[in-house]
Each structure stands twice: as structure tokens, then as C-alpha cells.
């Protein structure tokens, strides 16, 4: 057998881990058409079928699962292979709102060293006002925030963020009493959103845990101590939707933006990973 293209294997990577041929040409700056060539071409010469297509998703095969580890341990000795020369350790630092980072963090961590494990990456979540003063210090190269209200700088939007009532599996108000709320304090726009909807619905509300961060929003809703308002991504394990049981008013989506300073093809390919693993 000859040598497999490593770019082939880096594609597959990709189309296995974001399950989408559309998003792997997007990290690849290449086409989706492109992508499906050069996985077709690694196909026939491994004679076997690897990603199982669908319209909507690209799912692993029983053959592809079984090469995700080495294909993993291939491209990974490639890229340090290729940068052993290099004396600069690239750094990417990245800020995400505290809003749309739940339990799901491991996962998006462990995308970005599989895409490039010689990279140094640092991460600080905060709120889109703190990240986005960050990032004009320099301190941060990209960040990811629900849009600010100052629409004065130009940014990206990378998706619509859509948000809901949680709390834990089994909870019920308590009669004749208002709706118990963990929020993020009265500085935060997406808590304002929530009670200015509450009111209009004339749903009775108290706020009853304040917090900073949708992991601890959502601990507060695993506890039993109240119903928190989460974007669906970050919501945790032993929290349910309760938005039909209790009629609660739906809460309209917020645009997550993107600035970023980048200019290295490196750091800009796996930031690009890190946002469309978010959508």
C-alpha cells in the first residue's frame, strides 16, 4: 500500500469530529466537494468505507471507529514531526462568554488538541464586556460573546445561541409562590431579558441565587434551588427543560460574535475549529 496522504487522514479527523463535510472544508479552507474527494480516494485505498452519509449527518462507520485512534496518533506525529524546527510555540488565547460554556467544555477542549496538540492555548471565561476590554489590552487574540450592545467594532456572527427555562429533573414550584430564579445579578442582559418576558407574561418571579457563569447557574438548578435561564448547549446533566410544564415564555435567541486579531494560518485554523465545534 502506498503512503496515505496525511491531508486525507486530517480530513477524515475533521468530518468525523464536527460531523460535517461542510464545517471540515471550512477548517481546511477548502470545499466541501474537495473534502468528500480526497475521503473517497482514502476509502478505496484503505478498501474500506469509513463516515457513513446522510443529508443531514456524517456518522462514523464501524470501520471508521476502529481507525479514529490511529488516524489520531498519524496526523498528530505528522504535525510534531513537521514542527520540530520550530523555536516559537505558538499561543492562542481565547476568551468565551460565561454564558455559553456549560459541560460541554472538556469536549470542546479535547477538539482543539486533537486538531492541534503543540499548540498553547489559554482560555478565560467572563462576561462579553470584561473579554471584549481584554482583547483591545491585548491580552486575548479572539473572542466569542453574545453581541455587545457598542456595535461599533466589526465582528462575525457564528450562530444564533437559543436559551430556556432549566431546572432539576423531578423539581416543582411550590404552590401559590413566585417562580425562584438563579441569575446572573441585575448587570446581565440575558437575565433582563428573562423577568422583562416573565413580566409581560405576568408570571410572579423571585430571585433566589445569584451567580457568575452557566456552570453555576446550572449547579443551583441541580440542586433544587431554583429554575435557571441557560443556553440549551450549557444546561448539565440532572437539569430538564420545564418551559412547557410551567408555561414559561419563550426567551428570544442572542447572536454570538466573533472578533479576533489573528493573523497566523495556525491559530486561526484551530479557532475556527473551537467555533464550529459551538454550532
Same mark, same amino acid.
Given at each position: ?188 442582559? +440575558?437575565?433582563?431579558? %428573562? *423577568?422583562?418576558? $416573565?413580566? @409581560? ?6 430571585? !433566589?441565587? =445569584? ?10 438548578? +441541580?440542586?433544587?434551588? %431554583? *429554575?435557571?435561564? $441557560?443556553? @440549551? ?6 437539569? !430538564?427543560? =420545564? ?18 486579531? $489573528? ?17
Amino acid at each position: 500500500m502506498k503512503a496515505m496522504d496525511v491531508d486525507a487522514v486530517r480530513a477524515f479527523l475533521l468530518a468525523a469530529d464536527l460531523q460535517s463535510f461542510t464545517r471540515a472544508a471550512d477548517v481546511l479552507g477548502t470545499t466541501q466537494s474537495a473534502v468528500s474527494l480526497k475521503l473517497r480516494k482514502l476509502e478505496e485505498q484503505l478498501g474500506r468505507r469509513l463516515l457513513e452519509r446522510t443529508p443531514r449527518h456524517v456518522r462514523l462507520s464501524v470501520e471508521g471507529l476502529a481507525f479514529l485512534g490511529v488516524a489520531r496518533e498519524l496526523v498528530s506525529s505528522h504535525d510534531r514531526a513537521a514542527a520540530a524546527f520550530e523555536t516559537e510555540q505558538r499561543r492562542l488565547a481565547i476568551g468565551i462568554n460565561q454564558q455559553l460554556v456549560g459541560s460541554e467544555l472538556p469536549l470542546l477542549l479535547k477538539r482543539m488538541r486533537d486538531h492541534d496538540p503543540n499548540l498553547l492555548v489559554e482560555i478565560r471565561i467572563a462576561g462579553t464586556n470584561e473579554l471584549m476590554q481584554a482583547q483591545e489590552r491585548g491580552e486575548l487574540d479572539a473572542v466569542l460573546v453574545l453581541r455587545p450592545e457598542d456595535r461599533g467594532k466589526r465582528g462575525k456572527i457564528v450562530f444564533a445561541e437559543t436559551f430556556s427555562w432549566f431546572a432539576a429533573a423531578g423539581w416543582e414550584p411550590r404552590a401559590g409562590q413566585p417562580l425562584p430564579l438563579a441569575t446572573q445579578g441585575e448587570s446581565c442582559r +440575558v437575565r433582563m431579558e %428573562a *423577568v422583562r418576558t $416573565l413580566d @409581560r407574561a405576568g408570571i410572579e418571579w423571585r430571585e !433566589v441565587f =445569584v451567580g457568575k457563569g452557566a456552570a453555576i447557574l446550572g449547579a443551583a438548578a +441541580v440542586a433544587g434551588l %431554583a *429554575v435557571a435561564l $441557560l443556553a @440549551r448547549r450549557a444546561a448539565p446533566p440532572g437539569t !430538564v427543560d =420545564v418551559s412547557g410544564q410551567l408555561s414559561l415564555p419563550t426567551i428570544r435567541s442572542q447572536d454570538v460574535m466573533l472578533y479576533s486579531n $489573528l493573523s497566523d494560518r495556525r491559530t486561526r485554523d484551530a479557532l475556527r475549529v473551537l467555533t464550529l465545534a459551538f454550532q
